[in-house]
């Protein structure tokens, strides 16, 4: 084989190491890479190729492009996977065209490793979950550990808030879509927990994914889950505190800006969560749904 080929098989093989010795445990690769490692290398001579075996190459999950790398030594057997619903919702919708669409979208975020960093460190992608028919569009900021582990977005402690506030309104999970600016949790280095949040690159990067997201669902309104959503979507330098509770347009949608939930989650007081309400109840009443008096009066004082 050619020295070339040689080379960069060393590279390789020295990359894989060093992300190893780092930790990382998965690296994503995508399908056409895939397809590529079964050809024979560039340069071979005829005599050789012809007498290559037919190489075959596994598809790469739908669910998980990405191929597994060796623990570094024998550990405990590994805990059995996800079951692959949780891990990627199915995609329904009550347009055949639509959800196929959304499909082909998913296959491709799913894929994506435009942030090599990013890759590297994620457990999987977080793309979406929700209807595709809603009429309501919830948009934070970036997946944390919960969400990276589940493949889900908002199932940590502040999406179950979040779920809590979706049900006041008489609604389900089920009911609106959930995403995020950033579908890749944003690496830590050196860090064994915590958030970090993503940066304007990593933003610009991946919100042509959230912006095909809304094109295909066509909410009647989005809510946009803290600053970074807010800044994500719209640019704005003005803080969070100032836009809330006052309607903006994103390519047309009405989009209303909200606390994250997370905030709510440290300050408690009563007063900030009747100003998320009141946010949610202009929503509630720019889609015509109805609002008891008993709605209208949560997180007031007695």
Known sequence: MPAPYHELLAATIQHLESLKSRGVRHVAVAPETLRALALPPAGMPKSQTSNLK????????KTEPAISMPPKKASPAPQPPLPEA???????????????????????????V?????AASRTTVVFGVGSLDAQI?????????????QGEPFVGRAGQLLTKIIQATGLE??????ANI???RPDTPGQSAGNRPPTPEERATCLPYLQEQIDLIRPQAIVALGATAVDGLLGKTVGITKLRGHWQTYRGTPLMP????????????????RKVWEDMLQVMEKLGMAISEKQRNFFLKA
């Open 54 to 61: 037919p190489q075959t190459v596994a598809a790469a999950p």
């Open 86 to 112: 949780r891990l990627q919702p199915p995609i329904t919708s009550s347009s055949p065209e639509k959800a196929a669409a959304f499909a082909a979208l998913r296959e491709r975020v799913l894929a994506c």
């Open 114 to 118: 435009k942030c090599p960093h990013l």
């Open 137 to 149: 569009m919830f948009v934070g900021e970036a997946p944390g550990a919960d969400e990276d582990e």
């Open 173 to 178: 999970r089920k009911d609106v879509y959930i």
């Open 182 to 184: 950033l579908k890749c």
């Open 258 to 273: 909200t606390y994250h939930p997370a905030y709510l989650l440290r300050n408690q007081a009563m007063s900030e969560k």
